[in-house]
């Protein structure tokens, strides 16, 4: 036996497995998922699972190790967030997202960290070592909404649009606020004095952390375009440059300091149309069915693993602080959602009611980013005191709000999200009142989204496509490629349905039987001439059968309203028979 | 800059995108694969490449690690061509394949030892320090035809099936003579003297190695096989577990020191045929194409890993040794082949003609596994000399032999592969006749290949498709499931060009307007009755498509030859007018 040789990928592909086969458990009743969140069953099957590993081994279950989670679980996931985002609503509503994402979570960075340091001076709490910097790193990192939490639960309550892309465009975008500020912090704490120039160099990096994510991304995003245009010869690995380059974008990004999440979204909006019309119809199956699988194993492990490390002596108990981080954290997004909220709904039409304000506020769920976080911190004596905290926020959200939210979406009967696709009619209708929306705004010289969309739009047929597609010489709306897809859908449902008509594939073949038939009575067949014509005829089409399957020609409509059909049938009958 | 934190997935994706690039690159020129194989070139670019590493660094540039290529590189090659594997010609030649894999490894590791032994035993040549072990040892990781090779070369040119077969099977099962050929020698160079009992040990172990080998694929096989019974509600993960199992499979029997490639190969056609009958449609076309795209990866890394190695300074050069290891190796090739298709030809029918025994022995070539397992010998002072002798073997017959077997085989006008598949009338007929060959070979007491066929083809649905399958209630023939294939084939290019025939989705509206325009003639449709009648058939039609799209029902041909047709455009065309 030889263990050691084969232990790493041995021991990856064992948790995979357990993943994929905790997913199966978990769906073989149907009832389980729609009571509880599928994540909280995983976090769970990770407690058991450490408590197994500590109870063998007594010592604590190993770590889900920081660098592991941020440069191979968390990827996946971001980029079939990002692959996947529904464009049209994220950027209708980017103001209000970036709003959230932004100053709401310095928002509540900056509540948490100083009301935590308020409940520091409380000399009966014995915390009053904990520093006002590490309150506020504290904060920086259990701050942020965990993308991967809140995919995974509201993928299953089907709000509307709005509200998701509301929540779920605030988690991803923060990384990049989240990024800043976590390592201003660090750096603050181990700097002896902090000069007010650091401050703005901080305010300053916030900007070149996330327009160079951006920047970072979408350069990726069309070199993965440009790229997909020379693959006509070699259609296999077609798929594997959109894994590529995107996740090349996520390291450079973080290689450089930069938000990888924002550049692996930035890559994954930026290449999508144009390496989905380069790219084969399998290729682009592959791409979107390994990118689902991808981030569901991601998700999977991420979730097991976070019930994992739970388990262990890396928690120090401290009654008031972990539960006043529980109240702040709650309390600072209610707030901080409600002040934004009120002036989002001044400058909007389309307000936001108060019923998704409490969602997007009870929607905060925080995750494996923050667990990660906390672990990378350095080394300091209350190090495992924000362990416990972090872990008590993240099963908290993700069990009580996360098993709760479902309930309550019923019980408000928030707007949920429309079953069936837009038809082919509203969505020319929308496109139309877009054209209408970006003139009036040019006439009105107001410089709003539809004038910005219009005019990306012209850039982007003028220039970009000529640079990015390989069939610039026709190029088919969206709307003629919707019906081709809608059109081929519905072919195999005929064809495994097997009622599909075939046209004519040899024209003289339908002009002779036509006329043999329908003309000329059954009684008629018993004519020899008739006849020969007929097996003539037979042999033909048999012979169609058995070279190519497929070119069958039954050139008459399916079912039995038509006789021609049985009088073919019964032909062939009669003339074995003779 | 922070390139030590991504510096590893980094490099690794740098790597994939290199071989993709280049690729890409190489399908740019078509003249150019008509020519030379893939594999000359990507080694090409690798000797390039090792050169620049060289030049700048000025040390050797990393060798490919053979930890790497027999734990992440080979499975996926192996995998693929287990998984597409022609089962019907490779059982039908399994005894020939065989022969060639076990008892033609067995001739080749002893014919080119003991003879490159003899040469070092010439003075003139300073090798006597060579050793009868150490050349045995050589012998055996040099005999062995290398699949990946095979596979990229023969892959290109398109010879007839059973010749292709003969030689890939044998590229794949000499596996388990070499591992174990290689490790007894090893062995034995380390041991101070060598007993007769370790020799057949040996001897023994050779069928453990095999045999072991097929029993831990065969049960991941049906392990994966039964485990994707119950992935209804959760298709997502469905390619994970070809992917896993297989995987698993490798490394497992790599643990026990058993064949990892007859493992991943047994796993591999053991589960294929119920996991395409289990799983979605989307998901196999996810495993087809995402383990052809990973196949095609790890080929070409290899291939350009095996150009980077080639450069350094690992080699010492010794022109008897190296020239003779050459000669041998093609001379005892080409002798084996002769000598057992003598003895195979003998016992049957479809004999194997000298064109074909030519390209066998010609087609003999040798790739990264050599070169990996030369790097894994223990360190002795003529290990550079090995490498030597390993790397021009490799070069001599990629380039050379991999480069003239296309014109050869031209020359020699071998029977070249049928390119239609075979139709449903011969696929019936072929069928037709295994059952009358079982029943023969049943009642003269021969069990033969199709007795055996059969009785497993009985277990298989008598037991295993019960316990394997999710739903046996409705077993359905591969004729049939090949007719359907065929059909959703043909229904998806109909719908691609616009011909596709719709039944009729509502029957009311058959029989109202088929009476209404056929019975009646063009010129009553002036009619105010008729034209309202009309005016809401199609209204209903025109609703059907704005609601649905591909439900719209022309329940007519397509074409010019019917008059309805041109009666109902005329009808909307005059409607409109009125």
């Keep these: ?23 199966i458990g978990f769906h073989l009743y149907n009832r389980l998922p729609s009571v509880v969140p599928e994540s909280c069953l995983l976090i769970f099957v990770g407690l058991i699972m450490g408590g197994i590993i500590y109870g063998l081994n007594d010592r604590s279950p190993p770590v889900m190790d920081s660098d592991i989670f941020f440069l191979y679980l968390l990827p996946p996931i ?8 529904p464009s049209r609503p994220f950027f209708e509503n980017i103001g209000t997202i970036l709003l959230y994402a932004v100053v709401g979570t ?42 991967v939490a809140v995919l995974a639960v509201f993928e299953e309550i089907h709000v509307n649009e709005k509200l998701h892309i509301l929540v779920f465009g605030e988690s991803l975008l923060n990384d990049a606020v989240t990024v800043v500020l976590y390592k201003l912090f660090r750096s603050f704490c181990e700097m002896p004095t902090i000069k007010s120039v650091d401050v703005f160099a ?45 996740y090349l974008s996520y390291l450079t990004a973080e290689m450089f300091h930069l938000s990888g999440i924002v550049a692996i979204i930035a890559c994954a909006m930026g290449m999508k ?32 693993f976070l019930g994992v490390s739970t388990i262990g002596e890396n928690h120090e108990w401290n009654w008031p602080y972990i539960c006043f981080t529980l109240i702040f954290c709650l309390v600072w997004r209610a707030l901080g959602v409600l002040v934004l909220t009120f002036f989002v709904n001044r400058f909007h039409v389309n307000t936001i009611t108060s019923k998704d304000q409490f969602i997007i506020a009870y929607g905060g769920l925080r995750g494996a980013i923050c667990f ?24 908290f959200t993700v069990f009580v709000q996360g098993m709760t939210i479902r309930p309550l979406v019923d019980l408000l009967a928030v707007k949920r999200k429309r079953e069936s696709a837009p038809t082919v009619g509203e969505q020319i209708h929308i496109r139309f009142l877009d054209h209408l929306l970006a003139g009036i705004e040019d006439i009105s010289g107001h410089w709003g989204q539809y004038y910005w969309k219009d005019k990306l739009e012209y850039f982007n047929s ?13 190029p088919k709306s969206s709307i003629v490629l919707l019906y081709e897809k809608l059109e081929r859908k519905h072919a195999i449902e005929l064809a495994q349905a097997g009622q599909l008509g075939h046209g004519p594939a040899h024209p003289s073949l339908l002009n002779n ?45 399916p079912g039995e309203s038509e006789p021609a059909e049985h009088a073919k049938e019964l032909l062939i009958l009669r003339h074995k028979g003779l």
């Design 1 to 23: 036996l030889d263990y050691q040789h084969v232990q790493v990928p041995f021991e990856i592909t064992l948790w995979i497995m357990l993943a994929s086969l905790a997913k």
């Design 78 to 85: 971001v980029l079939d967030a990002g692959y996947f985002m």
């Design 106 to 147: 310095v928002w509540n960075v900056f509540g948490i960290g100083f009301s935590l340091y308020g409940i520091c001076q409380v000399r009966a709490f014995h915390l009053q070592d904990v520093s006002l910097l590490h309150n506020l790193l504290f904060g920086s990192l259990i701050a942020a909404v965990d993308p």
């Design 202 to 246: 901080g305010v300053g990096k916030f900007f070149v952390v996330g327009l160079g994510g951006v920047l970072v991304g979408l350069s990726f995003g069309f070199t993965a375009a440009f790229t997909t245009r020379f693959t006509k010869d070699i259609r296999v690995i077609e798929p594997l440059f959109v894994f590529l380059y995107s």
């Design 273 to 304: 149309r144009y390496v989905e019309a380069n790219i084969s119809l399998k290729s682009h199956t592959t791409v979107k069915y390994f990118m689902k699988m991808w981030s569901s194993v991601s998700d999977t492990l991420i979730f097991i």
């Design 372 to 395: 990660s976080l906390v672990f990378l911190l350095p080394d300091f004596h209350r190090k495992k005191l924000f362990i416990a905290a972090t872990t008590v926020v993240i099963l």
């Design 462 to 474: 003028k220039y970009l496509q000529k640079i990015l597609l390989r069939e610039y010489d026709q």
């Design 513 to 557: 039987d036509r006329t043999v038939i329908t003309d000329q009575k059954l009684e008629d067949t018993q004519n020899p001439d008739v006849l020969d014509n007929m097996q003539e005829i037979l042999a033909r089409n048999l012979y169609r059968i058995r070279r190519t399957g497929p070119a069958y020609n039954r050139h008459t409509l």
